[in-house]
């Protein structure tokens, strides 16, 4: 094991539990398709304040979930330490998007500008998450000092519908959506 050092780290998941007598644990995955986890290396844990860095040496489908064998942990006590720790790797392991595709992290916490009224835009508040809903992804925008209300809104991110511009620079998202809905 060795220590976590200073770069951007994104989560990518969660060891929920351990699988077996032999060290696996078991894996939720924010990545898609879930598997993908395994694609990153090393996976840095942080578990009680301690972070570590360690390595897959196996990773599989079981049942609807995953589980990894993660190297030096090779008993069952020894994986339960590390249950209920994220899962977060380097941010620069991330493939490179292609221009006007983002990841989620880079949009949560972006100010959330809306221009369905009239005159200036107005400030709707910050992106908190994105979730998805089965028919596209939304955005969960939540309020924040200078927006216009203390309403939680649900922003579908659609694009060239709702979504007209993201300026990762300025930290904002352009929206058509109506402040009252």
């Known amino acids: 094991m060795q220590s976590k050092n200073t770069e951007k780290t994104i989560k990518l998941g969660k060891i929920t539990g351990v699988f077996g ?21 090393p996976w840095y844990i942080n578990h009680n304040g301690q972070e570590l ?9 079981h049942g609807k979930g995953l589980i990894a064998k993660l190297k030096n942990y090779n008993d069952r006590d020894q994986a339960a330490l590390l249950s209920g720790s994220l899962i977060e790797v380097a941010s620069d392991e991330l493939p490179e998007l292609d221009e006007g595709e983002y990841y989620w992290h880079q949009l949560e916490k972006l100010n959330v500008l809306t221009v ?26 939540k309020p924040c000092s200078g927006s216009i209300d203390k309403r939680e ?3 579908p991110y659609l694009p060239d519908q ?14 058509d959506w109506d402040p009252e809905f």
């Open 153 to 155: 809104r649900w922003v």
């Open 21 to 41: 007598v032999k060290g696996w644990v078991k894996v939720y995955s924010y990545t898609d398709p879930m598997e993908g986890i395994f694609d990153y290396q």
């Open 116 to 141: 369905a009224t009239e005159g200036e835009p107005v400030l709707l508040g910050k992106v908190a998450y994105l979730t998805e809903t089965g028919s596209n992804d939304v955005m969960v925008v």
């Open 162 to 175: 709702f979504v007209l511009k993201v300026d990762l620079d300025e930290q904002t998202i352009t929206v």
């Open 53 to 61: 860095v360690v390595e897959v040496e196996s990773g599989q489908r």
